[in-house]
């Protein structure tokens, strides 16, 4: 997206773990691209401090929001829909207007793979919802509105939508 300032181009990772590897290919290879230094902000409220997600958020927040949001494996991994409802406001909420928010999913191993049937497994304490890309699109509707342009691919379990009010 043309970004029609000087301002650093500002992606952010939510839920993107506790390494920087996504950040620092990012922030890299799409300097290059974009002929101009792009910044990638990670947040994650189980593997970053207090202090770091807080201090993300107040430079997202003073740039006007984010250009992209990207969501990696997060909302299959999350068993009700009230909390992927809240993930979802995180992403809507960091994004400027226009901005675009990028979902990737994991839809489960066969053979339970896109069945819709949630599991727990005990012992590693995680929870996998087994549910293709566009199964996830209601729920991210019901944050983004019924017009905001959406494209959903269960081939790469990708979920990209646009931000437009």
Same mark, same amino acid.
């Given at each position: ?5 000087? =301002?650093? @181009? ?5 839920? $993107? ?6 950040? *620092? ?9 974009? =002929? ?5 902000? #990670?947040?994650?409220?189980? =593997? ?15 740039? %006007?929001?984010?250009? &992209? #949001? ?17 993930? +979802? *406001? ?5 994004? @400027?207007?226009? %901005? ?5 999913? /994991?839809? %489960?191993? /066969?053979?339970? *793979?896109?069945?819709? !049937?949630?599991? !727990? ?8 919802? =087994? ?7 209601? !729920?991210?509707?019901? &944050?983004? $509105? ?9 081939? !790469?379990? +990708?979920?990209?939508? @646009?931000?437009?009010?």
């Amino acid at each position: 997206m043309p970004n029609s300032n000087n =301002n650093p @181009r500002s992606p952010t990772d939510v839920g $993107g773990g506790q390494f920087d590897t996504c950040q *620092r290919y990012v922030e890299k290879n799409y300097s290059k691209y974009f =002929n101009r230094k792009v910044e990638m902000y #990670v947040v994650d409220p189980f =593997n970053r401090s207090v202090e770091h997600n807080e201090g993300v958020e107040k430079i997202i927040m003073e740039r %006007g929001g984010a250009d &992209v #949001v990207t969501s990696i494996s997060v909302l299959n991994v999350i068993p009700t829909h009230e909390s992927r409802i809240e993930h +979802v *406001r995180v992403v809507y909420q960091a994004l @400027r207007k226009d %901005g675009l928010a990028m979902f990737k999913v /994991w839809a %489960g191993s /066969w053979p339970l *793979r896109g069945t819709k !049937t949630g599991t !727990t497994d005990k012992v590693r304490q995680c929870f996998q919802a =087994n549910m293709w890309a566009s199964d996830f699109v209601p !729920t991210i509707k019901q &944050v983004f $509105g019924d017009k905001a342009p959406v494209f959903a691919c269960n081939v !790469t379990n +990708v979920i990209v939508i @646009r931000k437009t009010i």
